[in-house]
Each structure stands twice: as structure tokens, then as C-alpha cells.
């Protein structure tokens, strides 16, 4: 398991509790968030958890998420850190860029054929789904209410992804099944308990 953590007003979370998210989930950081006109990226597997203060700089001020990642399909490589591009300017009317939190074990066979994630997957599907739709409105369709529920249908309740267009709207799927905290959204909480993995694995 992973954790999504999302900044609504661009300010960064209780550094104590990043550090012990950080630590249950070391496996790579990914950053997201929208500048003139365009989703921006920031992927590392961080050394030390100051590489993870320093990029947290890099959004600005502006609203932003993030995702430590624990690996549970596909490889430890900065490639399979999230977010994940679902469809860029070049194909679509805008960027769109997705997170998740959660397991999708129905690509379970195509993650062990591939070596790929399942969230790698997922995003991959999303991708040559928008092509199809075509670049006029294939943003659109996908971050439509009728999509965005029949998605949520297929990764039902436990899995939560958040996407990122380039106008800078987040887009949830389950977004209840997280938990709001003043400014901040989490994906769980779980991720705050310290030896978490230890505890776990016991």
C-alpha cells in the first residue's frame, strides 16, 4: 500500500507525520501539480527524507499531491513512481495525470506478463482509451460524472485515485474513503502509525 497526500491550498502537511509516511512507504515519491497551463511532474526514489522536503518546494505555493509509494506490483524504479500521465496536450485538449492508493487485482496476470504496476496498467488503459474518444473531447469524456462513476464501479470502494488536469482541478475517485484534515487530504492514515510495516508483516 501506498498514500496519497493532497495540499488543497499549496501548504505542506506536519513534517513528523510526512517523515513517518515517508518511512512506512520508501519505495518512491512522486509529485504533481498544475503551472501555466500544464500538469506538471516530479518523480525520485528519495535517499533521505531531506530530498523529499526540498521537492516538496517545488509546487510553489501552488495546490499540489503527493504519493510515497510501497511496492506491491511491478518493479522498484523511478519509471513505476506515480502520478501517471493519462493524456497530454499533444493527444488530448489538456494534460490529465492520475495517482492511486490501493491494489487493482484484476491486472494481476498483465503486472506478472509485464513486470509493469498495476496503477502503470491502469493509467495505460486510461491513455489509449482517451485516443480513441479522440483529441476534441477525450479529456472531457473521461473526467465526465458518468465515467468517473463507472470507473469507481470497476476499482470499487477500497482503491482511491486522484487525478490532475491542467486547468488544476483534482479529480477523485473515492475521495470519502480517505480522510480530509483541515487543509489536507489523505488517502489513510494508516501511513502515520510508526513501524506500521513492522507491524504488518508481524
Known amino acids: 500500500m ?4 493532497h495540499s488543497m491550498t499549496g501548504e505542506i502537511p506536519d513534517l513528523n507525520l510526512l517523515h513517518t509516511a515517508w518511512k512506512n512507504n520508501p519505495h518512491g515519491l512522486g509529485i504533481m501539480w498544475a503551472e501555466n497551463g500544464r500538469v506538471e511532474t516530479y518523480h525520485e526514489i528519495p535517499a533521505s527524507f531531506e530530498a523529499v522536503v526540498e521537492a516538496m518546494a517545488m509546487p ?8 510515497f509509494r510501497w511496492v506491491t506490483r ?3 524504479t523511478e519509471k513505476q513512481c506515480h502520478p501517471f500521465e493519462v493524456c497530454s496536450v499533444d493527444t488530448a485538449s489538456g494534460d490529465l495525470w492520475m495517482m492511486h492508493n490501493g491494489t487493482m ?3 494481476d496476470i498483465e503486472c506478472k506478463l509485464t513486470g509493469k504496476s498495476d496503477t502503470q496498467l491502469f ?7 482517451v485516443r480513441r474518444m479522440g483529441p476534441e473531447d477525450g479529456l472531457e469524456r473521461i473526467l465526465s460524472k458518468q465515467t468517473m462513476e463507472y470507473l469507481r464501479s470497476q476499482v470499487g470502494a477500497f482503491n482511491k485515485l486522484l487525478f490532475l488536469d491542467s486547468l488544476g482541478d ?10 480530509t484534515l ?3 487530504w489523505f488517502s489513510n492514515t494508516y501511513s502515520f502509525q510508526e513501524g506500521y510495516r513492522d507491524k504488518a508483516e508481524a
Open 170 to 179: 483534482f479529480h477523485f475517485i473515492n475521495h470519502k474513503a480517505g480522510v
Open 123 to 129: 493509467a495505460e488503459m486510461l491513455r489509449r482509451t
Open 105 to 107: 487485482n484484476f491486472m
Open 74 to 76: 511491478g518493479k522498484l
Open 182 to 184: 483541515g487543509k489536507f
Open 2 to 5: 501506498c498514500i496519497i497526500v
Open 60 to 67: 510553489d505555493g501552488r495546490p499540489w499531491a503527493m504519493h
